[in-house]
T-cell receptor, first 113, second 109 residues
Framework: DSGVTQTPKHLITATGQRVTLRCSPR?????VYWYQQSLDQGLQFLIH???????AKGNILERFSAQQFPDLHSELNLSSLELGDSALYFC????????????FGNGTRLTVT | KNEVEQSPQNLTAQEGEFITINCSYS?????LHWLQQHPGGGIVSLFM???GKKKHGRLIATINIQEKHSSLHITASHPRDSAVYIC???????????FGKGTKLSVIP
């Protein structure tokens, strides 16, 4: 058990809709990373937060946004969903910078129909 | 932009064989991770390396910073080692983790 909790595990929704994915990091970890894993693109970095502040952005679409709250949990909001957004979304947490071990959640599988 | 290449893409081994998976990257890095993903989808971090060599049980990971290359070795492979192994690297000064495409390992009894 990594200590990172992601909810929900599965999500099925229709095109055009909006969903929110939630991540609770391991106790004490200040960093949260979001990743998308699709069949054609593999794993890709979306966004990174440290102690409530956005630190880095990757290939995140404008329709997607995220935030990290004072209690350090994070949410990834996906709006105007398209079929191509169907993927596994992972969050990972770490204690600090890139020299700290990463702990992955079990992912949220999003299916857009 | 960092690029991470893994080889082989697929690997089938007999139980007990010694296995090597290779990873190369194109730019300076701050850390390299070896990850394991089972068919259920969950990702487990096996190793984080910035230099040298690490060992955990039957798994060994090495990195050569000058050659921009890392290897993951599995000794005495077992069917439960069957999974996708993914190499990923943080570019120096970057929070962006770049992933390889993964190596699908199947260990046959």
């Amino acid at each position: 058990d990594s200590g990172v909790t992601q909810t929900p595990k599965h999500l099925i929704t229709a095109t055009g809709q909006r969903v929110t994915l939630r991540c609770s990091p391991r106790s004490g970890d200040l960093s949260v990373y979001w990743y998308q894993q699709s069949l054609d693109q593999g794993l890709q970095f979306l966004i990174h937060y440290y102690n409530g502040e956005e630190r880095a952005k990757g290939n995140i679409l404008e329709r997607f946004s995220a935030q990290q709250f004072p209690d350090l949990h994070s949410e990834l909001n996906l709006s105007s969903l398209e079929l191509g957004d169907s993927a596994l979304y992972f969050c990972a947490s770490s204690g600090g910078g890139t020299g700290s071990p990463l702990h992955f959640g079990n992912g949220t599988r999003l299916t857009v129909t | 932009k960092n690029e991470v290449e893994q080889s082989p893409q697929n690997l089938t081994a007999q139980e007990g064989e010694f296995i090597t998976i290779n990873c190369s990257y194109s730019v300076g890095i701050s850390a390299l991770h070896w990850l394991q993903q089972h068919p259920g989808g969950g990702i487990v971090s096996l190793f984080m390396l910035s230099s040298g060599k690490k060992k955990h049980g039957r798994l060994i990971a090495t990195i050569n910073i000058q050659e921009k290359h890392s290897s993951l070795h599995i000794t005495a492979s077992h069917p439960r080692d069957s999974a996708v192994y993914i190499c990923a690297a943080f570019g120096a000064g970057s929070y962006q983790l770049t992933f390889g495409k993964g190596t699908k390992l199947s260990v046959i009894p």
